[in-house]
């Protein structure tokens, strides 16, 4: 009982959520990182410096988006919770070795 007060605490959910979250968090990303192929296929980037994704879950739109246009900087503005999710998303990803090309905002 102890055990689910202090992951509450910590985490700011019972553990339960936050498995869900994860695994809401992995179907989105997969389905995301397709859909970011078709959107940088069919979308002209090049006249923007700066993309701002809300709600932008993990990053995987952004990070494709910034794959396919080596010239933007992207910012993923995030929930607390989420926005901890997509540091690591980032960092998992290989991502974060570009540094000044990417924020987290929570």
Known sequence: MYQQYAFNRVFGMDSFSYKEAA????AMSNFTTQIAVAVTAVYDFSTFRTVV???GGNGSLLAGILRANPSLRGIVFEQPPVAARAKEHVRDNGLAEQGGRWRLLP
């Open 23 to 26: 695994n809401f968090d992995k």
């Open 53 to 55: 994704d809300v709600g």
